[in-house]
């Protein structure tokens, strides 16, 4: 199967929204039993106080009277002790365990889906949701590489500086630009393709190539049940960084952990209010002390209130702007001096947010946040924003630090997990899809010629 059928068939679908119809119902039900539940258990609990309570007001003598003849020797029949029968958890379609098979079952029984069904919708809604959002950039790149394609025929050291060029100019940076045409030319010349037509897919597909071979870290996010897991927040003002925080605890709450902001940009007029409108609109708890505060003195205070009130995550804000980089580097380290004294191997994840529409120039922020701290993972925010969508592979490859989550829109659930080939599809969506559909007419099904 070729690249371009594999991300059509992966990420493209008709009726996502009719499908994921039947996870909302399969949400619905489950929240339904839960309340059962709940509901059912109060209700055994106030019966077996009342019942203590009415034995223990009894003298010995009556209340042996009452009791069954039974053997001491005898075991109680579980059935009879819970009249009514236990009824399954619920859990939201984002928090279940898809490697316990025997949600199939449930799937099954509520004449819902299986759990392959369920990945394939999925995937699918994730795919539109990157397609919509990089709207722009596709348009940028695929009218470029169309008309780059039509121009230079054959493939040629002038199609491949044109095509430096064009990556160039939509950031996706120059040494970055300079290792994807070396490597296109070195597979033109393997294949020994002559026509720039037969090398289309080839540059999508080692875009994608040139960001995994980037794997000394995960994109995954370093949370573990059973702890207190703390997110550090940094990035300079107006990228989107208190919005991000917000999106993230809002996610993070929705697949049933409990979350905590931490109001730690107590230097910026307005940061400490900003943060807590996001948490009351998402239904998380601030810590919070008035402007001006000791941003370590915040985090420590709300290391302890997450400690005390069970939290899962408590996701951490910074100030965006001091002085000069030396001011900068010995906050973030005073900051994470406190935490990790509070929290072993805290912070467990330090989330640098950038703004794409800046361009190269969020490239350079995250140059120097390198250098100030550990940066384990990028928030690439308004990426729906700019038409030079290019920046993901220039951080990866030129910063070695992953993409962690992409702003697609401003929605609440537009804060999305970065994916590569979720990102590549977005920006070649209507080209891929011409391109299989072309194919498939002409030849039938899509085989890959080059294995």
Same mark, same amino acid.
């Given at each position: 199967?070729?690249?371009?059928? +594999?991300?059509?068939?992966?990420?493209?679908?008709?009726?996502?929204?009719?499908?994921?119809?039947?996870?909302?119902?399969?949400?619905?039900?489950?929240?339904?039993?839960?309340?059962?539940?709940?509901?059912?258990?109060?209700?055994?609990?106030?019966?077996?106080?009342?019942?203590?309570?009415?034995?223990?007001?009894?003298?010995?003598?009556?209340?042996?009277?009452?009791?069954?003849?039974?053997?001491?020797?005898?075991?109680?029949?579980?059935?009879?002790?819970?009249?009514?029968?236990?009824?399954?958890?619920?859990?939201?379609?984002?928090?279940?365990?898809?490697?316990?098979?025997?949600?199939?079952?449930?799937?099954?029984?509520?004449?819902?889906?299986?759990?392959?069904?369920?990945?394939?919708?999925?995937?699918?809604?994730?795919?539109?949701?990157?397609?919509?959002?990089?709207?722009?950039?596709?348009?940028?790149?695929?009218?470029?590489?169309?008309?780059?394609?039509?121009?230079?025929?054959?493939?040629?050291?002038?199609?491949?500086?044109?095509?430096?060029?064009?990556?160039?100019?939509?950031?996706?940076?120059?040494?970055?630009?300079?290792?994807?045409?070396?490597?296109?030319?070195?597979?033109?010349?393997?294949?020994?393709?002559?026509?720039?037509?037969?090398?289309?897919?080839?540059?999508?597909?080692?875009?994608?190539?040139?960001?995994?071979?980037?794997?000394?870290?995960?994109?995954?996010?370093?949370?573990?049940?059973?702890?207190?897991?703390?997110?550090?927040?940094?990035?300079?003002?107006?990228?989107?960084?208190?919005?991000?925080?917000?999106?993230?605890?809002? +996610?993070?709450?929705?697949?049933?952990?409990?979350?905590?902001?931490?109001?730690?940009?107590?230097?910026?007029?307005?940061?400490?209010?900003?943060?807590?409108?996001?948490?009351?609109?998402?239904?998380?708890?601030?810590?919070?002390?008035?402007?001006?505060?000791?941003?370590?003195?915040?985090?420590?205070?709300?290391?302890?209130?997450?400690?005390?009130?069970?939290?899962?995550?408590?996701?951490?804000?910074?100030?965006?702007?001091?002085?000069?980089?030396?001011?900068?580097?010995?906050?973030?380290?005073?900051?994470?001096?406190?935490?990790?004294?509070?929290?072993?191997?805290?912070?467990?994840?330090?989330?640098?947010?950038?703004?794409?529409?800046?361009?190269?120039?969020?490239?350079?922020?995250?140059?120097?946040?390198?250098?100030?701290?550990?940066?384990?993972?990028?928030?690439?925010?308004?990426?729906?924003?700019?038409?030079?969508?290019?920046?993901?592979?220039?951080?990866?490859?030129?910063?070695?630090?992953?993409?962690?989550?992409?702003?697609?829109?401003?929605?609440?659930?537009?804060?999305?997990?970065?994916?590569?080939?979720?990102?590549?599809?977005?920006?070649?969506?209507?080209?891929?899809?011409?391109?299989?559909?072309?194919?498939?007419?002409?030849?039938?099904?899509?085989?890959?010629?080059?294995?």
């Amino acid at each position: 199967m070729s690249f371009f059928k +594999r991300l059509k068939d992966k990420f493209s679908g008709q009726d996502i929204d009719k499908d994921f119809d039947k996870i909302d119902d399969f949400e619905s039900e489950r929240r339904k039993q839960q309340h059962e539940e709940v509901e059912w258990r109060e209700e055994k609990e106030e019966v077996s106080h009342r019942e203590q309570d009415s034995v223990q007001s009894k003298s010995m003598d009556d209340y042996h009277q009452e009791m069954p003849s039974t053997p001491l020797d005898s075991k109680p029949n579980q059935e009879e002790i819970e009249t009514e029968p236990r009824k399954k958890k619920k859990l939201k379609a984002n928090e279940i365990d898809w490697t316990d098979q025997s949600w199939d079952d449930d799937f099954e029984e509520d004449g819902l889906m299986s759990i392959e069904e369920f990945e394939e919708i999925e995937a699918q809604k994730i795919g539109a949701k990157f397609r919509d959002g990089l709207e722009k950039s596709r348009e940028n790149f695929q009218t470029q590489l169309n008309n780059l394609i039509a121009h230079y025929r054959t493939v040629d050291e002038d199609f491949f500086e044109a095509l430096e060029e064009m990556l160039i100019q939509a950031d996706v940076g120059f040494n970055t630009v300079m290792e994807l045409v070396d490597e296109l030319r070195m597979e033109a010349k393997r294949r020994n393709v002559t026509e720039t037509e037969d090398l289309r897919e080839t540059i999508v597909e080692k875009m994608v190539e040139i960001y995994h071979q980037e794997d000394d870290q995960s994109e995954v996010m370093n949370l573990e049940d059973d702890r207190l897991n703390v997110i550090l927040m940094v990035g300079v003002n107006g990228v989107g960084k208190t919005t991000t925080i917000g999106k993230l605890a809002h +996610r993070y709450q929705a697949q049933g952990k409990k979350v905590m902001l931490a109001a730690g940009d107590t230097f910026r007029a307005g940061a400490i209010e900003q943060l807590q409108v996001w948490g009351d609109r998402v239904g998380v708890e601030v810590v919070r002390q008035k402007e001006g505060s000791d941003p370590a003195a915040v985090m420590y205070d709300a290391i302890n209130a997450a400690k005390n009130k069970g939290v899962d995550i408590l996701i951490c804000d910074t100030a965006g702007r001091l002085q000069n980089k030396q001011n900068l580097m010995n906050e973030l380290q005073k900051v994470k001096r406190v935490i990790g004294r509070s929290v072993p191997d805290a912070p467990h994840e330090v989330l640098l947010c950038l703004d794409a529409t800046t361009g190269q120039n969020a490239l350079a922020q995250a140059k120097a946040f390198k250098e100030v701290t550990d940066v384990t993972g990028i928030v690439l925010t308004k990426l729906d924003g700019t038409a030079k969508g290019g920046i993901v592979l220039a951080i990866r490859n030129e910063l070695h630090i992953p993409v962690k989550y992409v702003g697609l829109g401003e929605k609440l659930d537009d804060l999305q997990p970065f994916n590569a080939e979720s990102y590549v599809y977005g920006l070649f969506a209507d080209m891929i899809e011409q391109s299989v559909a072309k194919d498939e007419s002409e030849n039938g099904d899509v085989t890959d010629e080059r294995e």
